[in-house]
């Protein structure tokens, strides 16, 4: 008898059970307690956009507008983020992740100081230490939607997205949406063709994923690497660093076999 290796169905973003998607579950799982993973992708974060605004102070255009693409039940790119905006679009389609967002945009909940106090060992993040929650509550709107339309050029201008937002953030999101290559590198353009010429961003993407568990239901996932995540990211970026973190202490999130950061700029050109 000849044995075959599993064949992995694929499932496409609109195949997955997004109105199933438990956010306290997804909480328990993974942003209870700051994990070493979480800390380190967080002090990352936070020099490059510290830097990045600190080299330009003289001509910081405003009104900054941030997004965090996918945001799901984790506030920490938001908080990243916080210092430079004047608003902060959550966007995300599970509809009980949105209602988590909204609720913590009124009552931030403590679980989240363990994040902010990473965040707040450099000057911008402690100069508003104090102000924080009422900073968070007046800049952060929570918008639901698909990111799949997001970056594209609107109609006579209606609804255009493309080039909207100032800086960006994308963690686990396009890896972990969908089993297919093809909506990966669409994710990634969709958040890169969102945010505008110059715009720094970060984003997080599980290695090595086949899916994972959420509650009792399950998620998919592609299978990605540094080098497919560089180079899906490339054509759309002036600027950037990856970083694999693929330490024992990084496997804590069962199912994958590393994690990859990647942080930079957008380049100057918008396509079409
Ligand atoms: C693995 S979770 C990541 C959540 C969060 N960003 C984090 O860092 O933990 C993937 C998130 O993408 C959201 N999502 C899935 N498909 C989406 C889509 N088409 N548009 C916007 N968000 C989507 C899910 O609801 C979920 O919140």
Redesign the pocket.
């Known amino acids: 008898m000849t044995s075959r290796a599993p064949v992995e169905t694929c499932v496409l ?1 609109d195949d997955a059970p ?1 109105n199933e ?1 438990d956010p306290s579950a997804y909480l328990d799982q ?1 942003y209870r307690d700051l994990l070493d993973v979480d800390a380190e992708i967080l002090s990352l974060v936070r020099d490059h956009f510290s830097d990045h605004f600190s080299a330009r102070t003289d001509h910081v255009e405003r009104p900054i507008l941030g997004i965090d ?6 506030l920490y ?1 938001a908080l990243a983020m916080l210092p430079w905006c004047d608003r902060i679009t959550l ?4 509809p009980r ?1 949105v209602g988590y967002l909204r609720q913590q945009r009124d009552s931030l909940d403590p679980d989240w100081d363990a994040f902010w106090k990473v965040l707040s060992e450099r000057d911008p993040y402690a100069d508003i230490d104090g102000e924080r929650n009422e900073r968070f509550r007046k800049t952060v709107r929570v918008q639901k ?4 339309k997001l970056g594209r050029r609107g109609l006579l201008g209606l609804r255009n997205t493309q080039g909207k937002w100032q800086m960006g953030t994308m ?3 396009a890896e ?2 969908s089993t297919s290559h093809d909506e990966f590198r669409e994710a990634i353009e969709c958040f890169m063709l969102s945010l505008a010429p110059g715009a720094p961003f970060a984003a ?1 993407f599980m290695e090595g994923s086949h899916g ?1 568990d959420v509650g009792n239901r399950h998620f998919p996932a592609c299978d990605v690497d540094e080098a497919e995540v560089r180079k899906s990211l490339d054509e759309f970026t002036g600027e950037i660093e990856t970083k694999r973190l693929g330490e024992v202490s990084h496997m804590v999130r069962p199912g994958h076999t590393g994690i990859i950061l990647a942080y930079g700029k957008r380049n100057q050109g918008p396509r079409s």
Do not use: D, H, T
Not at 69 to 74: C, R, S
Not at 91 to 94: K, N, Q, S, T, Y
Not at 145 to 148: H, R, W
């Open positions: 973003n997004w998607f993974n693409i996918g945001a799901g039940a984790n790119p966007f995300e389609r599970a992740n939607g698909n990111l799949f963690f686990f999101v972990s949406i997080a994972y």
